[in-house]
């Protein structure tokens, strides 16, 4: 199983961590959310081929760290993935709204430009102007929405836009995410658990946790757990082949 959507820069131990991941036989999609944090980040991915490192400028950084798109455009060409980048509507960052959507718009169209990549994105409180970018750049490659929290129109949307969707212990905890994730067409559904930052029983979710998420979605879809993960496992085939 790969955990889709995890910050292993951020965890006090982050060599353990990636140490553990690559051990425990798993996989894992580690987000950046600076271009800065780039080279450093991907140490931990170094001779550990279970460790794929995303590039991203985080939609919460994006009003401060404009400036670094032009180290963005430099590092792209060293990897097929890209995040955690999207667009973030809460209050408290309406002032950067508009350099969060240059910023947005531009990562989708190097990524355009490249040819297209994998991409993680952060569609808190945004998700229908999420989708109006990828609207404008639809050659920007397979998206990957993490945690979504839009409407039921906005997640049909999404869907008929092609997007997947990771899903983690976190997001099932709630009715809404529940309900969202029981609307998703299931060969579109990844699992993230979002540690450190995303907490489950009051500790910071590790890789190795998304076991959590492949049991709630076993529930959810009325199957065994087996037969979820191995549901996931090809989904995981199939967006990495693409
Ligand atoms: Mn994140």
Not at 28 to 49: F, N, Y
Not at 118 to 133: E, G, I, K, M, P
């Amino acid at each position: 199983m790969i955990d889709f959507h995890c910050h292993l820069d951020l965890y006090s131990e982050p060599f353990a961590i990636a140490a553990q991941v690559q051990e425990r036989g798993m996989g894992a999609l580690s987000v950046t959310t600076t271009p800065a944090a780039w080279q450093g980040t991907k140490r931990l991915g170094a001779s550990r081929p279970a460790i794929r490192t995303a590039l991203g400028l985080h939609p919460q950084l994006a009003g401060a760290r404009e400036h670094e798109l032009a180290l963005f455009d430099r590092f792209l060409p060293e990897t097929r993935f890209v995040g955690e980048v999207g667009l973030d509507g809460s209050p408290e960052l309406l002032e950067s709204w508009d350099a969060q959507v240059r910023v947005f718009d531009h990562v989708l169209a190097q990524c355009e430009a490249a040819g297209g990549k994998v991409l993680s994105v952060h569609s808190r409180r945004a998700a229908t102007q999420v989708l109006d970018c990828l609207d404008r750049h639809p050659g920007a490659g397979a998206v990957v929405l993490h945690w979504f929290s839009g409407t039921k129109a906005e997640l049909r949307r999404a869907v008929d836009l092609g997007c997947w969707f990771s899903v983690g212990p976190a997001m099932l905890n709630g009715a809404r995410g529940r309900s969202h994730v029981a609307d998703l067409p299931r060969e579109r559904v990844l699992v993230e658990t979002d540690g450190p930052f995303a907490q489950y029983e009051r500790r910071p979710l590790r890789p190795w946790d998304v076991v959590i998420a492949v049991d709630r979605l076993a529930k959810l879809w009325g199957v065994g757990a087996t037969s979820a993960a191995s549901a996931l496992r090809s989904n995981e085939t199939s967006i990495l082949a693409s």
